[in-house]
């Protein structure tokens, strides 16, 4: 009975923990529009009593970081990714500008293993970008979660790649979702990230990215692929506005 208990007691503590790390950062713009009426707050609250939303029910793990618009490295901010694993090589990320209720969903990010990323073709790889400095540098977090199972997850999130679209820039001060999607990047060296960044973020968090880097120390770096941050090389891909319908190819054509 008294094992029972503890291991009763730790399940409620890692609920606790697991709850902390939210409610601390609030969106960077706020929308116009009007009040919700009275009608619209009685069906939102409704749907959401009789409406089934399993996709959303798959988010199981919330990761802090950063991006930047590929091309532009002066162009940065925080994402609050809400992360679903679909299986053992791929996640795929809702990304807000905040974590309180009246966050604005800013874009997606599709996070696959080392393993697929070598299968996709060359041009491809160049739209992706490797998590080994975000995970390395202490800068991608998982908030409320303990050390050592943060730990874990940075071991594995290493060694992936990940293919990042915004399409609501509220970093710059844009109350709407205007202009066009762009394709974000990821980190990869010191120097990079503006350091008040994270320290306005650390402060909110009540934690330390150099204490977390330090604690990584023992992750191993893996080889990145040279086709991976093509930005570095000065190879920008970015979105296009055009009157032109894309061409999209059927598998093996």
Not at 82 to 96: G, K, P, R
Not at 113 to 118: C, G, H, K
Request: with cysteine; proline share 5%.
């Amino acid at each position: 009975m008294k094992k029972l208990s503890s291991l009763v007691g730790s399940f409620f503590l890692g609920l606790l923990l697991l709850g902390c790390g939210g409610e601390n950062t609030g969106s960077k713009v706020e929308a116009p529009g009007a009040e919700k009426s009275t009608k619209s707050e009685v069906l939102e609250t409704g749907a959401a009593l009789l409406q089934d939303k399993s996709p959303l029910k798959k988010v199981n793990m919330y990761l802090d970081g950063f991006h930047f618009y590929g091309g532009q490295l002066a162009g940065q901010m925080e994402a609050h990714h809400y992360v679903t694993q679909l299986n053992e090589d791929v996640h795929q990320a809702i990304i807000f500008d905040g974590n309180d209720e009246n966050a604005k969903l800013m874009g997606v990010e599709y996070i696959i293993s080392e393993r697929l990323f070598q299968k996709l073709p060359a041009e491809e790889k160049k739209l992706w970008h490797s998590h080994h400095h975000e995970v390395k540098s202490g800068t991608l977090i998982a908030p409320g979660i303990p050390e050592a199972a943060e730990h874990e997850l940075m071991e594995k999130l290493v060694s992936t790649y990940g293919k990042t679209i915004h399409t609501w820039h509220t970093d710059r001060d844009l109350e709407l979702p205007m202009g066009g999607p762009m394709l974000m990047m990821g980190f990869t060296k010191e120097g990079q990230l503006k350091p008040g960044l994270v320290a306005e973020r650390d402060k909110r968090f009540n934690i330390s990215t150099a204490e977390k880097k330090k604690n990584r120390a023992d992750i191993p770096v893996p080889n990145i692929d040279p086709l991976a941050n093509a930005w570095e090389k000065g190879e920008i891909r970015q979105f296009e506005i055009t009157n032109k319908a894309p061409i999209l190819h059927s598998p093996g054509h």
